[in-house]
């Protein structure tokens, strides 16, 4: 598809077919990158001669009944090539999505086999794969977001039965031409609403050459919904917020992103959780209300967080509840889940979320819009690429590295 439409829906297919890290690997404008998994050593550097660290809460606050404190221990459940993503099925059971484009459902004995096997048809160099899978509400379909052969991101269905993914049963209803092989974004959720969600980040190369982040006229750098339910394609829902603007794409729900790296929703709330990897100088986490702030502007790439980037503030800019310098050691952040389990009670209502390149899990929590407490949970899993969440609310920690762990009370 043309990047730079001027009016358009997405091209949606209905074609019947018998990763990446959360680091940003150091904006590669090569769409030929090395064949590997990034490090923390291809993340993007503190290049800043200034310091503008966000002022923080104290470590181990305790508020309204949350503490942050509270003793934690991460716990191997599983291990895969490299795991990328997590989706509940039909029948409760965890599924984990493999970078190179499997499937498999979580056990009490780890993970199974591949259930679904797209590594053919999935592309893992620099930060392309099989990057998110989600259950469609009804639990009869599972959508699978991966990068092709060529690099472009595909969305696609395959059909479930009796909560087993059908790979036989596989059609592809969305694709998206990308132009580099970094800021894939490539997140996938079905929403309270049973509206499915796709994050893209802005086409990648440094600072958003295509200028993609404020462009409505193209799908990247935004977060897209579609209504699935209509047959093998998809509708655009009436109610997203651009279908009345003639020179916008219909499916941008919100804009402004430069790599979308997790996003969710707070099963309680409905509110909708985005981390954005930085270019050099910010780390950031937004809160969306889909309610009341669908078409929000979260910046890219005039603002970098709460910083000046390529110009002014933007009228609408919807700004960040939370946001940390970019360093060598914290230097891409991988968005988690509010928490709403039963196991640790302290963590009620606290936002999970690590830094690809420094592996430890942390938690904010956030009252009116603002950050009331911060710390770190004491625990580090490595290269963390994401985060899972399971029927009861527990939380997983998913490492690039190979592991899957389960937070749990020490």
Known sequence: MSVRPTRRRIVAL??????????????????????ESP????????????????????DGSEVAGIDLSTPLQLVQVAELGAPIAGAVGPDGSLFLADRSGTVHRLTDDGASGALVDVSADTST??????????????????????????????????????GVPLPTRRRTILQIEQPRANHNGGDVQVGPDGMVYLALGDGGGGGDPLEAGQDLSTPLGAILRIDPSSGDSYQVPGDNPFVSDPDAVDEIFVYGLRNP???SFDRETGEMWIADVGQNRREEVSVVDPATEAGANLGWNLREGTLEFAGPEPVDHHPPVHEYETTSSRCAITGGYVYRGEAIPDLTGAYLYSDFCDGEIRAILVEDGEVVAEADLGLQAGPVASF?????????????SGAVYRIEPA
């Open 14 to 35: 209905c074609v019947v077919a018998l990763v990446v890290a959360a680091c940003d690997s150091g904006d590669v404008d090569d769409p030929a990158a090395p064949s």
């Open 39 to 58: 490090t923390a050593s291809d993340a993007p550097q503190d290049s800043d001669e200034d310091s503008d660290e966000p002022s923080t809460v104290g």
């Open 125 to 162: 160099d620099s930060e392309r794969g099989l990057l998110g899978i989600a259950f469609s509400a009804g639990g009869s379909d599972l959508y699978l977001s991966r990068t092709d052969p060529a690099g472009d991101t595909v969305l696609e269905v395959v059909a479930v039965f009796d």
């Open 261 to 263: 790296w997790r996003f």
């Open 388 to 400: 899972a969440q399971d029927v009861d609310g527990e939380l997983y920690v998913l490492a690039l």
